[in-house]
């Protein structure tokens, strides 16, 4: 039977990068071991969330831990996880974090030719209430063989060649994209392996759910106000949407990927960008977006178009099923006109 086959057919995500690998019969396999090293910084950073909320709720010996070092916050402790993985990789030569103000530029012994953007562990704060918070990483080659610059990682988010998330939640899930499909695997802990459970991810062309953090409506631009307005009091008789908000980008994206929908950090008069992260929040989430048969809007443009000036530049997002993106772009392009 189909699910017999399923339970044997123990598909890996490492078995699955390889499998992507044999596609390209030129490869010297460096994309999968970049990959099988970010896979080994997700799981140790998954083994850490969870004692962390163990260590909070049990008290074990406060802030420091048995060798009495200072009890790291995990934001730091995975930011050094996933430089010191993707360093030993010995596959990349620039790294951009949101937890360090400056990119990382791997010494030339372990220089290799993909750069990596990622928010360490994003949604952080969420950590004490038990909330899903994610890891989340984009990949670039570099442009050419030079010496590598800022250049090399202020690419728009078209030219990256996989970009995913990892959710440390229930259970911990990975959500990948390598260009070709969204595929997503979940850590079985007795194996220690990540696990295909969500094969060939399509999001709902149509979605019944829309995210954003109401808290802010005063300070909306208009299509914003507008598109927002119109998901709580349809003019056409159509049933209202849901507001479905976690506060935690990782798990508001991995439903809306999921269940369709979409999801709104808009731009507001206290913060003209927005508050995402261009690098390693809005692109990646774009690319598996479009990826999964949705689409990711700026409020001015596709978002992958955007060329970022600085590595942690900001930007408005709209993103989720591709007919929800289009009615916020048609306010936005309707706005543009009058303006
Ligand atoms: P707000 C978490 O702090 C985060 O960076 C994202 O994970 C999340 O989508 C957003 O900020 C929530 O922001 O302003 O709604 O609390």
Known sequence: HASEAHRTDLMTITRFVLNEQSKHPESRGDFTILLNHIVLGCKFVCSAV???????LIGLAGETNVQGEEQKKLDVLSNEVFIKALVSSGRTCILVSEEDEEATFVEPSLRGKYCVVFDPLDGSSNIDCGVSIGTI????????????TLEDVLQPGKNMLAAGYCMYGSSCTLVL???????GFTLDPSLGEFILTHADIKIPKKGKIYSVNEGNAKNWDGPTAKYVEKCKFPKDGSPSKSLRYIGSMVADVHRTLLYGGIFLYPADKK???GKLRVLYEVFPMSFLMEQAGGQAFTGKQRALDLVPKNIHERSPIFLGSYDDVEEIKALYAAEEKTA
């Open 271 to 273: 913060s003209p960008n």
């Open 50 to 56: 969870n004692k962390a909320g163990l260590a909070k």
């Open 137 to 148: 990483f984009g990949i670039y080659m570099m442009k050419d063989s030079h010496e590598p």
């Open 177 to 183: 994209s390598t260009g070709s499909g969204v595929n």
